[in-house]
């Protein structure tokens, strides 16, 4: 079975790279950052040009499409909704479209932070209320994938720890970055997440692709906990001095009418079929030893 992965540069892309290369034949697409290259095809495109989406899916004739290209910040899709829905949201419509009329896996990244945050845990069949833009944006794009292919597989991810060119990546880059130069990292302890590694999120995703799972899948971590106590085991881990994991309140602040307090999914039914959320410990420990060796 021939794979394109979108965003195999990004930070669950690398991690589902390593996992499927030795099962599938893999197609790699990048945009900017041209990954380490492994044992794959890679191959460069630009997806906020809509024209270049189907003459690519045309060329490659891939047998499923893993489709995780995003932007993924949070604050420039706040700033930028009209520039950031032309990969968040058309494009995801238009590679859905292509996989429904050849029939054919198709496999979508979306987000916890679909939810408001105001009935923690979610499960797969919790309504959607985002509270921001990268929210809103994936949500249209869950309901766009569902209305022209119910066959369609939606993953929903919480934050991520991983990395991505032999780096940490996602919130952990700027954390370990901040706190080992000895500067305060503002944490909140009413922030509510289920942090995941990527490489659970990879095997949960294959899992899904082997099973022929269709609609909704949630692939959270197997433990509830806030942001600062997420920094205060991040500093354990990697050697930090936690004195600079400093918490503070998200309801004190301006960024509590975007952000939700606690968007704890349930896993339940990727358990079921074989999901292994992992324990966070262990897997930031795996982690730190797979960026000693690289
Ligand atoms: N990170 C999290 O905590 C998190 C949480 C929930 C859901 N998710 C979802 O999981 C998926 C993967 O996230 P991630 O953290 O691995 O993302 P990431 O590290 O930010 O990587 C994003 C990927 O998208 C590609 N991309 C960006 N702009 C593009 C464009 N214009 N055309 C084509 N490709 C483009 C990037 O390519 P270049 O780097 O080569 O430019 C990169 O490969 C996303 O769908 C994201 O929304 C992530």
Not at 130 to 142: D, F, I, R, S, T
Not at 214 to 223: A, R, T
């Amino acid at each position: 079975m021939r794979i394109l992965i979108t965003g195999a540069s990004g930070m669950l892309g690398t991690a589902l790279v390593e996992m499927a290369a030795d099962k599938y034949e893999i197609l790699a697409q990048f945009n900017k950052t041209e990954p380490i290259k492994g044992a794959v095809e890679y191959l460069q495109c630009d997806f906020n040009h809509a024209e270049f989406l189907l003459p690519m899916l045309n060329r490659l004739k891939p047998d499923a499409v893993i489709h995780l290209a995003a932007i993924t910040d949070t604050n420039f899709c706040e700033e930028n909704p009209d520039f950031t829905s032309k990969l968040n949201v058309t494009a995801v419509f238009i590679i859905a479209r292509w996989c429904a009329q050849q029939s054919i896996p198709f496999i979508f990244t979306s987000t916890d932070l679909v939810f408001d945050g105001k009935n923690p845990p979610y499960s797969e069949t919790c309504e959607q209320n985002p509270l921001m833009v990268y929210g809103e944006q994936k949500a249209m794009a869950e309901k766009k994938i569902l209305s022209i292919y119910p066959g369609a597989l939606i993953c929903r991810v919480p934050l991520m720890f991983g990395y991505k060119n032999g780096k940490p990546g996602g919130f952990l880059r700027g954390l370990i970055d901040t706190i080992g130069k000895k500067e305060y990292a503002s944490q909140f302890r009413d922030e509510y997440r289920t942090p995941v590694y990527t490489r659970r999120v990879a095997k949960g995703i294959l899992i899904g692709l082997k099973k022929k799972l269709k609609g909704y899948l949630h692939l959270g971590g197997s433990q509830r906990l806030s942001r600062y106590h997420l920094g205060l085991l991040v500093c354990e881990v990697f050697d930090l001095d936690s004195v600079y994991n400093k918490p503070s309140w998200l309801k004190d602040t301006e960024l509590a009418k975007k952000r939700p307090l606690d968007v704890s999914l349930d896993s339940g039914l990727a358990i079921e079929n074989g999901y292994d959320p992992g324990d966070l410990k262990a897997d930031f420990i795996d982690l730190r030893e797979r960026l000693r060796i690289n």
